[in-house]
């Protein structure tokens, strides 16, 4: 079970760091993403981080603004996102992929959390 939270209204060049809580899964073992879909568009690849965390990808929209990382300790992910655009205003969900140690396809990811809602106002 994903838990993902952080989520909420900012304006255009603020930031917000959104959390993913895994429970009852070896949550260090698995690779993390993080995807997010728009009103009217498809769910869309944001970020991951492989297994252990030495390994990360990024979609080309917010590379170099968002930063994708893991407290396995924590059984938790994170996703940093600053400068936000009003283009980045979506639903953002938090997955893992047992079966793959990293992934940027929505279709590896087997565990998916509900969903939080970042608005990014100009």
């Known amino acids: 079970q994903l838990q993902a939270s952080g989520g909420g209204l900012v304006q255009a060049g603020g930031s917000l760091r959104l959390s993913c809580a895994g429970s009852?899964?070896?949550?260090?073992?698995?690779?993390m993403g993080w995807f997010r879909q728009a009103p009217g568009k498809e769910r869309e690849f944001v970020a991951a981080?492989?297994?252990?965390?030495?390994?990360?990808g990024y979609a080309d929209s917010v590379k170099g603004r968002f930063t994708i990382s893991r407290d396995d300790a924590r059984n938790t992910g994170y996703l940093q996102m600053n400068s936000l655009e009003t283009e980045d205003t979506a639903v953002y969900y938090c997955?893992?992929?047992?079966?793959?140690?990293?992934?940027?396809?929505?279709?590896?990811?087997?565990?998916w959390g509900q969903g939080a809602q970042v608005t990014v106002s100009s």
């Open positions: 009852g899964r070896t949550f260090s073992t698995f690779g």
């Open positions: 981080i492989s297994l252990g965390g030495g390994g990360t």
């Open positions: 997955a893992v992929a047992p079966r793959y140690g990293f992934s940027v396809v929505a279709g590896q990811y087997d565990y």
